[in-house]
């Protein structure tokens, strides 16, 4: 009896439904295994939904340093995001091959010596003091999928030897279509108030309009780039190869 009362006080929709046990169409599988299901329309958009939200925002990474909101301009934050931005940049570039040909290097007199080269471990000042030194360093930049820093970096010193006002006007808008705009496959990577900076000094074109931007990008080579340029097959073989050389002579 109990049985039988049991079974007339279920829905009709679930006396007559039939529960499949089929595959799992290849789709919807997929879907499943990326939790697609789980969209933000779903009812955890609500209240509850927005507290689960906020708890997981809370257990976010800490950051590399003091600073702890996410709008961040530490240079930690510029450097985590260069990493992300050269990935994106491998994959666009490897299918375009390179972004320019090597030969636009700055001209060099005479061989970089062992004297010069060890000067370059030294410091990365003495490095970039050093047109030799530039090159190989650029080079070094260009399996990173990063020249873009040391042209930027070099198109801003060309920029500061600049007098005439109309050249000046020029080359700041080719500077800022070729790597602050948005739109450049060649676009640096700056902060916010940076930019902002820049977008305030356009107004009145000078030498030294991008001038808090080259000091960032020269602090991102330096503190992202440098270290591992030392370490390096391009440095290391250019460094053997002239010591052994200089003693064979």
Not at 99 to 111: R, V
Request: aromatic share 8%; net charge neutral; hydrophobic share 30%.
């Amino acid at each position: 009896m109990c049985l039988r009362l049991r079974r007339e006080c279920r829905p009709p929709d679930l006396l007559n439904a039939k529960i499949y046990t089929g595959p799992i169409p290849a789709e919807r599988e997929g879907e499943l295994a990326m939790g697609v299901g789980r969209s933000e329309a779903s009812p955890l958009s609500g209240p509850v939904g927005q507290g689960l939200n906020t708890t997981q925002n809370s257990q976010r990474p800490s950051a590399c340093c003091f600073c702890w909101c996410c709008c961040c301009s530490c240079s930690c934050l510029t450097i985590r995001n260069e990493d992300e931005r050269r990935r994106h940049r491998r994959k666009r570039i490897s299918q375009d091959n390179k972004m320019e040909t090597i030969p636009n290097c700055e001209a060099c007199s005479t061989k970089p010596s062992v004297e010069e080269m060890q000067l370059w471990s030294q410091s990365f000042d003495k490095l970039m003091r050093n047109p030799a030194g530039r090159n190989v360093f650029r080079e070094f930049l260009r399996t990173e999928y990063s020249e873009e820093n040391m042209l930027f970096w070099l198109a801003c010193e060309d920029l500061k030897q600049e007098i005439n006002k109309n050249i000046i006007e020029e080359k700041v808008r080719s500077i800022y279509e070729d790597y602050i705009s948005i739109l450049s496959p060649k676009e640096v990577s700056l902060d916010a108030r940076v930019r902002e900076v820049i977008n305030r000094k356009l107004q009145d074109p000078t030498p030294q309009t991008f001038e808090d931007a080259q000091l960032q990008i020269y602090t991102l080579m330096h503190r992202d780039s440098y270290p591992r340029f030392l370490s390096s097959t391009i440095y290391k073989s250019l460094f053997h190869g002239n010591s052994r050389s200089s003693s064979e002579s």
